[in-house]
C-alpha cells in the first residue's frame, strides 16, 4: 500500500507542454507498476501510460504515443509524465495509479487492475 499525490497540472494553450508528477509514500514503491489514467467529463477513465518496477518497459496508449513520456524515479519515490504539442482533447483530469500484486504481463490498460490511486490534477488545454 502507497498513498499518491499528483501535481504539476494546469491551464495551458495548444501545442505547449507540461509536466506532472507523482509523489509516492511507503517502502514499497519499487515493487509498484506505476500509471497514469485520465477522464474528461462525461467519458469514462482511459489508460494513458504504464512503466515497470524497474522502469526498463513502457506502454502508452495510441493517442499519446509520441508525445508523452512516463519515467520514474525511484529513488525519489516519483513518477513523472511529461506532455508536449497538447491538443484540447487532451483536457482531463489526470491520476496516478499503482500495482503492487500484478505482473507487468496482466493487462496494464484497465483500470481494475490498479489499487492505488492518487487524486487527480486538472489539466486544461486552450484552443
Known amino acids: 500500500q502507497v498513498q499518491l499525490v499528483e501535481s504539476g497540472g494546469g491551464l495551458v494553450q495548444a501545442g505547449d507542454s507540461l509536466r506532472l508528477s507523482c509523489a509516492a509514500s511507503g517502502r514499497t514503491f519499487s515493487t509498484y507498476t506505476m500509471a497514469w489514467f485520465r477522464q474528461a467529463p462525461g467519458k469514462e477513465r482511459e489508460f494513458v501510460a504504464a512503466?515497470?518496477?524497474?522502469?526498463?518497459?513502457?506502454h502508452y496508449a495510441d493517442s499519446v504515443k509520441g508525445r508523452f513520456t512516463i519515467s520514474r524515479d525511484n529513488a525519489k519515490n516519483t513518477v513523472t509524465l511529461q506532455m508536449s504539442s497538447l491538443k484540447p482533447e487532451d483536457t482531463a483530469v489526470y491520476y496516478c495509479?499503482?500495482?503492487?500484486?500484478?505482473?507487468?504481463?496482466?493487462?496494464?490498460?484497465?483500470?481494475?487492475?490498479?489499487?492505488?490511486w492518487g487524486q487527480g490534477t486538472q489539466v486544461t488545454v486552450s484552443s
Open positions: 512503466i515497470s518496477r524497474s522502469g526498463d518497459s513502457i
Open positions: 495509479a499503482g500495482r503492487g500484486e500484478v505482473r507487468w504481463y496482466e493487462d496494464k490498460t484497465k483500470e481494475r487492475t490498479y489499487d492505488n
